[in-house]
């Protein structure tokens, strides 16, 4: 990214940020943050958790791209070879729902297009309209690296696709085989893990009486003769091929080996025991159903039981014969209901009572998924997961927060083979062939961009291609390295950022993306494709819970952009930002932001005008004469940089106790700052850096060295606007518009994003400056305190004395308290006084000539019983039982936020009175 000269500027009265941050957006956009890979700085990569070209922003992709570019910047102001790739996911089955909508609307299916024709349509809604997110991410500021943006489906990452499908079936690992997958009956496909949604609905638990073929037997869950299951889908039971009992039950040992009659048929099933019971859980026996259900699927493979399904794929009945014929054809819910009034009437239903199930839902058709036994694709994941473990041990890779480490552990111990294959035109179609006879031909692994079809050494063959594509996830496992150029390992962009350093994501998806990039990568590179995942929490909204469309609680980043500022709203994305936790959403902390930038944006148009009238009249061609006056007319690029500036500064004899104590405190917080950046710990950085901006330096420095300023010291001058310009850049990577604006303005012509972060200097710690600091503050806060407790403004004039150890400090600095607290220091006080105490400094004003004093005891006692009564109420709220159960958590903290309050204020109170008793 090239430097531009930049001219002085004189920033507007007011902080706009509609007027600022779009032309840095832009900048960065056309003049993207392009990473050399020649470059011998030490990498510093992390990809974008690519998101779906269908999408558009919402406040986790905020979230998740804050926190991102945060790092990002920090690592590029440190020196390293920063690159963020950005890119998007094809994201095959809502893709293709979307243009298959939009077929619909005009009265043509895909089907009438046929597959090339509707792929096309797909390629051409893509170039229309796909990756409006990335737009809106780089309105967001995300220092990207635009030149190097991918797409799941481009050449390259196709490629990449199809090498590591060859590549695993050659090597045994990629297998074609009937197992039980997740089918969604309205787009014909079958689905992961992370396309369902779960969601708990009112339902029926079903018991049932199956007959036992030895009537003379008998269960000791029900009448002789009988054995009793429970259910929630009675529609299933004609699918039947055992009852299964757990092994150590008493109750039922003595039956395994008998057989039972399914209701409503002749059909006898085995009574079986196996493991995946759990006794205690409803009557104690299952029905395996080994076509409908997962974990009956595993029971049934274990015991070598048939897999007949009685749903097809639109989610009917089929016409078996295993179905009566009443119920054939019938859809699965009308048939649930047809089937329980069947079994009421034939006397087998025993119980339905109301029961709280958990249903998948399609995350694209919001249709309710179906468990099938299918013919599909799999990959034998297994070997991969130990190799992830492998790595998790060897520390190769970190999890933050580490308490997810465990969980990343369990999964892939416990990892199942991965159906790959989907029934959707739009994707990576699978290069796999099948001849007249069914066995399958695959790419040579010499030569595996070489179809099937077009191999000569299969040209007798009268070959047909696997109409399937792979699972979205197929190729986004790959992306911390494809992205990257492989399979070519030579490639320079491979060579130098891979692998990657930290990978930034939700929780939600440590399972379903983050694992499976942990097994691709170590399978197919053999090296750990992050060293880090930094896990953040979900976005939920006030209420703490999930945003969705169909509960109209979500709320568009976009109009947060509109009304706070970007920058306000990434300070609240990273403010909120904690250890993982789940984030509910504060409009509190936008506001905050936004005021935040206001004070920073006055605090900068304070130092130019005192910087502005103090320039015409400094002499002299030193360098830190040169510094203050680039405020006003932009500088040579090779002037000394702030933190050198204030190495200048701590030897200088004309520093106020204020500026060498802003610069013993800021050299603090930079280690404290960097510290947590380093250790992924946004939240507390941006927590630590907004504090101390807003109160150490706005809110002290500034007020404390306006005498100084106001008499043109080049020292506090030299000081206020090194510490400032110290201040924007470790401000920057989390709130880049408005501290780009405001360096400019300083009189910078290189970026602020190219500048150089800043180092703690331990040259720089003034222990006797910040004692002695501490001393005026305290006892500027006493004397607020007393105008206070004495109903006087704070504007107005109090004389006051100081007393304690540290009151010489404080007197030596009169005009710094006189300034900030608006009172006169005096050497004595007539009659009753009132004092205040902080931090071992005593603070005396008088009494009588500024309050009536009788009047004032008045209203004390009054103010006292006030107290009294609300830490009454308050305590008489959380008292309550039936409060306490019926109110929300927040509500709960606030009163008792009110008891600790109020009782601190009585406590003060107390102790002023009893000076008067």
Known sequence: MTDTPADSKTLAPQFDPQAVEPQWANRWRTEPFRADASSGREPFTIVIPPPNVTGNLHLGHALDNTLIDTLIRFKRMQGFEALYLPGMDHAGISTQVVVEKQLREAGVSRHDLGREAFLE????????????????????????????????????????????????????????????????????????ELEIDREVRKGKMTTLSYKLEDPNEAASNGEPGEIRIATVRPETIFADQAIAVHPDDARFRHLVGKKARIPLTDRLVPIIADEAVEMEFGVGALKITPAHDPTDFEVGERHGLARPSVIDLHGNLTQDELVPAEFRGMERFAARKAVTKALTEGGHLIEEKDHDTAIGLSERTKVPVEPIVSTQWFVRMKPFADMALDGLEKGEMRLVPDRYAKVNRDWLENIRDWNISRQLWWGHQIPAWYDEQGNIYVPDPENPDLDCDQDPRYAHLNLRRDPDVFDT????????????????????????????????????ILFFWVAR???????????????????????????????????????????????????????????????????????????????????????????????????????????????????????????????????????????????????SRLNAVTAEATAQLEAFDIGAATRTLYSFTWDEFCDWYIEAAKPALAEGKLGTLATLKAVLEHILKLLHPVMPFITSELYEALGHRRQLALRVWPVANADLHDAEATHAFDALRAAVNAARSLKNELGLSPQDRLGVTVEGDLSGVVTENARVVESIARVQLVTSLEGRTLSAVERGVTIRAPLEGTVDLADWLGKQKKRLAEFDKQIKQAQGKLGNEGFVARAPAEVIEEEKRRVEDFTQQKDRLEGVLKQFE
């Open 517 to 663: 990039m942990q097994m691709a990568a170590y399978g197919l590179t053999g090296q750990a494709p992050f060293s880090t995942v930094m896990l953040h929490g979900l976005y939920l909204d006030a209420k703490g819970q999930k945003m969705s469309k169909s509960k109209g609680n979500g709320v568009d980043p976009l109009e947060l952009f509109e009304q706070y500022g970007v920058d306000a709203a990434r300070f609240a994305f990273a403010y909120l930002s904690t250890g993982g936790q789940d984030i509910k959403h504060d409009p509190r902390r936008f506001e905050q932001g936004r005021n935040f930038a206001n004070k920073l944006w006055n605090a900068t148009r304070f130092a130019l005008m005192r910087l502005g009238e103090a320039v015409p009249h400094l002499q002299g061609d030193d360098d830190l004469t040169a510094y203050v006056r680039r405020a006003l007319i932009p500088g040579d690029l090779d002037l000394p940089r702030s933190q050198d500036v204030l190495a200048l500064l701590r030897g200088r004899d004309d520093l106020t106790l204020a500026d060498r104590w802003i610069i």
């Open 121 to 192: 349509r797909v390629w051409a809604w893509k170039a229309e309209s796909g990756g409006m997110i990335l737009n809106q991410l780089s309105r967001l500021g995300v220092s990207a690296d635009w030149t190097r943006e991918r797409f799941t489906m481009d050449e390259g990452l196709s490629r990449a696709v199809r090498h590591q499908f060859v590549k695993l079936y050659h090597e045994g690992f990629a297998y074609r085989g009937e197992r039980i997958v997740n089918w969604d009956p309205a787009s014909q496909t079958t689905l992961s």
């Open 473 to 508: 996830w197929f190729s986004s496992n790959l992306w911390p390295f494809s992205t990257l150029g492989w399979p070519d390992t030579d490639s320079e962009d491979f060579r130098k950022f891979y692998p990657t350093q930290v990978l930034v994501t939700g929780y939600d």
